[in-house]
Protein backbone atom coordinates (compact mmCIF):
# COMPACT_ATOMS: atom_id res chain seq x y z
CA UNK A 1 0.00 0.00 0.00
CA UNK A 2 1.47 3.86 -1.00
CA UNK A 3 2.52 5.39 2.01
CA UNK A 4 0.52 8.90 2.66
CA UNK A 5 0.94 11.26 5.51
CA UNK A 6 -0.86 14.86 5.83
CA UNK A 7 2.16 17.38 5.84
CA UNK A 8 2.36 18.77 9.02
CA UNK A 9 -0.48 20.78 10.60
CA UNK A 10 -0.28 24.24 12.36
CA UNK A 11 -1.76 25.10 15.15
CA UNK A 12 -4.87 26.32 13.86
CA UNK A 13 -5.30 23.62 11.71
CA UNK A 14 -4.79 20.92 14.82
CA UNK A 15 -7.50 22.67 16.95
CA UNK A 16 -10.21 22.59 14.27
CA UNK A 17 -9.28 19.09 13.73
CA UNK A 18 -9.96 18.09 17.55
CA UNK A 19 -12.74 20.47 17.76
CA UNK A 20 -14.64 18.22 15.10
CA UNK A 21 -13.31 14.86 16.77
CA UNK A 22 -14.63 16.01 19.96
CA UNK A 23 -17.85 17.80 19.20
CA UNK A 24 -18.96 16.86 15.69
CA UNK A 25 -22.46 14.98 16.04
CA UNK A 26 -21.90 12.81 12.59
CA UNK A 27 -19.90 10.24 13.69
CA UNK A 28 -18.31 10.07 9.97
CA UNK A 29 -17.02 13.50 9.97
CA UNK A 30 -15.44 12.49 13.49
CA UNK A 31 -13.34 8.95 12.38
CA UNK A 32 -12.28 11.47 9.23
CA UNK A 33 -10.49 14.24 11.45
CA UNK A 34 -9.41 10.91 13.91
CA UNK A 35 -7.44 9.47 10.33
CA UNK A 36 -6.05 13.17 9.54
CA UNK A 37 -4.99 13.61 13.25
CA UNK A 38 -3.38 9.96 13.71
CA UNK A 39 -1.88 10.70 9.93
CA UNK A 40 -0.04 14.10 10.79
CA UNK A 41 0.51 13.55 14.40
CA UNK A 42 1.86 9.51 14.68
CA UNK A 43 2.54 9.51 11.22
CA UNK A 44 0.78 5.90 10.97
CA UNK A 45 0.15 4.48 7.44
CA UNK A 46 -3.37 3.85 5.92
CA UNK A 47 -3.21 0.20 6.86
CA UNK A 48 -2.44 1.45 10.78
CA UNK A 49 -5.26 3.48 10.11
CA UNK A 50 -7.99 1.39 8.92
CA UNK A 51 -7.11 -0.67 11.63
CA UNK A 52 -8.12 1.50 14.32
CA UNK A 53 -10.99 3.42 12.91
CA UNK A 54 -11.98 -0.19 11.24
CA UNK A 55 -12.60 1.14 7.74
CA UNK A 56 -10.54 -0.01 4.76
CA UNK A 57 -6.74 1.32 3.87
CA UNK A 58 -8.64 2.79 0.23
CA UNK A 59 -11.33 4.64 2.28
CA UNK A 60 -8.33 6.19 4.63
CA UNK A 61 -6.57 6.85 2.08
CA UNK A 62 -9.31 8.86 -0.41
CA UNK A 63 -10.44 10.94 3.06
CA UNK A 64 -6.02 11.67 3.38
CA UNK A 65 -6.57 12.87 -0.27
CA UNK A 66 -9.51 14.85 0.18
CA UNK A 67 -8.51 16.49 3.50
CA UNK A 68 -4.70 17.67 1.98
CA UNK A 69 -6.56 18.83 -1.46
CA UNK A 70 -9.67 20.58 0.70
CA UNK A 71 -8.81 21.50 3.90
CA UNK A 72 -11.30 20.98 6.52
CA UNK A 73 -14.45 21.29 4.48
CA UNK A 74 -12.88 17.90 2.63
CA UNK A 75 -14.05 16.32 5.51
CA UNK A 76 -18.09 17.14 5.37
CA UNK A 77 -20.60 14.75 3.09
CA UNK A 78 -20.89 16.63 -0.41
CA UNK A 79 -24.59 17.75 -0.92
CA UNK A 80 -26.57 14.28 -2.26
CA UNK A 81 -29.65 15.19 -4.44
CA UNK A 82 -32.78 14.06 -3.56
CA UNK A 83 -35.06 14.26 -0.65
CA UNK A 84 -33.01 13.83 2.78
CA UNK A 85 -34.70 10.77 4.87
CA UNK A 86 -36.79 11.68 7.64
CA UNK A 87 -36.17 9.44 10.86
CA UNK A 88 -38.86 9.23 13.33
CA UNK A 89 -38.80 7.80 16.96
CA UNK A 90 -40.90 4.96 15.28
CA UNK A 91 -37.66 4.06 13.62
CA UNK A 92 -35.52 4.28 16.57
CA UNK A 93 -38.05 1.82 18.44
CA UNK A 94 -37.63 -0.97 15.31
CA UNK A 95 -33.95 -1.21 15.57
Known sequence: MKKLFVPSLSEEQIL???QHYRKTEVPRVRTR???VLLS????????EIAEI???SSVTVLRW???YIA???QGLLDAPRSG???ILTRTCYALS
Open 64 to 66: LHR
Open 83 to 85: RSS
Open 53 to 55: VRE
Open 33 to 35: AQM
Open 70 to 72: EGI
Open 16 to 18: ELE
Open 40 to 47: AEKKFTAD
